[in-house]
């Protein structure tokens, strides 16, 4: 796995002070009340804006809503990579992917936004599906990549463990409401990762 796939983060198109204001009040009203519910008066409204501005900016509000789907990606990424990059390959930065995570979790009470929005845009041609799509890719790749790194037998495996704990971790502690789903999913990757399942070297 080449590190400028794993550690790729999205760069956003620069974009004038409205179309942020738009951006920035669509990423809260898609992610608090669903991506369905909200309309583009509503938008425009919370920005202080113009639909036709919207328009101008986004094209339609299938495009703001893939521009909200990329920004998430950047921010969420941008936090992860920050994190690994401050710990040894392998072990400590797989766990550091969690410890982003529940971070990340604190202050977005909803659950996963590609999670949510999948359940409104999955099963169609929106194309924020793949979006969606290669973002949960990324976190298969980037664990992938860490394993590698951390010279572990069978790193394509162990990445699709690690993969499920994650992402099972984030729907547990949100819909399940079990708040120590993240350190139970740490705690289990820890297991995982133990020094004697890395092939000798």
Not at 168 to 192: C, K, N, P, Y
Request: with cysteine; glycine share 8%.
């Amino acid at each position: 796995m080449s590190p400028v796939v794993a550690l790729h983060v999205p760069v956003e198109a620069p974009m004038t002070p409205a179309a942020d204001r738009i951006l920035t009040a669509a990423t809260t009203l898609f992610y608090n009340r669903g991506i369905h519910a909200v309309g583009v008066d509503s938008i425009a409204e919370a920005a202080g804006t113009t639909k036709k501005t919207i328009y101008d900016r986004f094209g339609s509000k299938n495009g703001l809503i893939v521009a909200y789907l990329r920004r998430r990606s950047m921010q969420w990424r941008s936090l992860v990579i920050g994190r690994i990059e401050e710990q040894s390959p392998g072990h400590d930065q797989a766990l550091a992917v969690f410890d982003a995570t529940d971070e990340w979790m604190d202050s977005w009470v909803r659950g996963c936004g590609f999670i949510n929005a999948y359940a409104e845009l999955g099963g169609t041609e929106h194309p924020g599906v793949e979006v969606i799509v290669e973002e949960k890719s990324w976190v298969r790749e980037l664990f992938e990549y860490i394993c590698i790194a951390g010279g572990y037998d069978d790193p394509h495996f162990l990445a699709g463990q690690l993969t499920l704990l994650h992402e099972g971790s984030i729907v547990t502690r949100t819909a399940g409401a079990q708040s120590d789903a993240s350190s139970l999913a740490r705690r289990t990757a820890e297991a995982l990762l133990a020094p004697d399942d890395r092939m000798a070297r």
